[in-house]
């Protein structure tokens, strides 16, 4: 294992995978998950986070690419938003482990409370800037309308809460210390 301030020389592969899962878990999602027009579980958030902790922000290129090669499955009418929509939802996570990462480096967060920092700083704050940009995006593109965008930003965020806190979170703190013995995990485990 390297030592903490030694800096993780990741394989090639880890500039590619994060397409294919992030892709396979919004496909299972929109299978599986997906009623009335709402995501249950938003299985390409749930993948794309622990990923940018483990990988950094290589994943962001992938996560754009796959959501917006997806955003038709959502029932975005507007072809010409497949683009901004992938952008928005890559940009969740993407802030969420910025966020953490400025902070955690400039040691004003405690240790102590490490996964209090990451359920506000990486799972909460993103959700509530981001989602009411994705609502807004669907409501200009003629999907939902004007009086949906706070019940459903509430709902969304209800929801990236609950998955963030019962499947990301868990699955970094479980299997981090495990990837990162491998040399394919950046996040220190600490």
Same mark, same amino acid.
Not at 106 to 111: E, H, N, V
Not at 161 to 185: A, D, H, R
């Given at each position: 294992?390297?030592?903490?301030?030694?800096?993780?020389?990741?394989?090639?592969?880890?500039?590619?995978?994060?397409?294919?899962l992030?892709?396979?878990?919004?496909?299972?999602?929109?299978?599986?998950?997906?009623f009335?027009?709402?995501?249950?579980?938003?299985? !390409?958030?749930?993948?794309?986070?622990?990923?940018?902790?483990?990988w950094?922000?290589?994943?962001?290129? +992938? @996560?754009? $690419?796959?959501?917006?090669?997806?955003?038709n499955?959502?029932?975005?009418?507007?072809a010409?938003?497949?683009?901004?929509h992938?952008?928005a939802?890559?940009?969740?996570p993407?802030i969420?482990? !910025? !966020?953490?990462? $400025?902070?955690?480096?400039?040691?004003?967060?405690?240790?102590?409370?490490? +996964?209090?920092?990451?359920?506000?700083?990486?799972?909460?704050i993103?959700?509530?800037?981001? @989602?009411?940009?994705?609502? +807004?995006?669907?409501? +200009?593109?003629?999907?939902f309308?004007? !009086?949906?965008?706070?019940?459903?930003?509430m709902k969304?965020?209800?929801?990236? $809460?609950?998955?963030?806190?019962?499947?990301?979170?868990?699955?970094?703190?479980?299997?981090?210390?495990?990837?990162?013995?491998?040399?394919?995990?950046?996040?220190?485990?600490d």
């Amino acid at each position: 294992m390297p030592p903490e301030n030694q800096k993780v020389n990741l394989p090639w592969w880890t500039w590619i995978a994060p397409f294919f899962l992030i892709l396979l878990a919004k496909i299972i999602s929109v299978r599986f998950f997906y009623f009335d027009g709402f995501f249950y579980l938003y299985g !390409s958030y749930v993948v794309a986070l622990p990923l940018y902790f483990m990988w950094g922000a290589r994943v962001f290129y +992938g @996560n754009v $690419l796959a959501e917006s090669i997806t955003s038709n499955l959502t029932g975005l009418n507007s072809a010409d938003m497949y683009i901004v929509h992938g952008l928005a939802n890559a940009a969740k996570p993407f802030i969420g482990y !910025s !966020s953490y990462k $400025l902070l955690s480096r400039a040691k004003i967060l405690p240790k102590a409370y490490q +996964g209090a920092w990451i359920i506000i700083f990486a799972i909460l704050i993103p959700a509530l800037l981001i @989602n009411p940009i994705l609502i +807004g995006l669907r409501v +200009g593109a003629g999907d939902f309308n004007l !009086s949906a965008i706070l019940p459903r930003t509430m709902k969304q965020v209800l929801r990236d $809460l609950i998955w963030g806190v019962t499947l990301s979170y868990p699955f970094m703190v479980k299997y981090t210390p495990f990837l990162k013995l491998k040399n394919i995990s950046r996040w220190p485990a600490d």
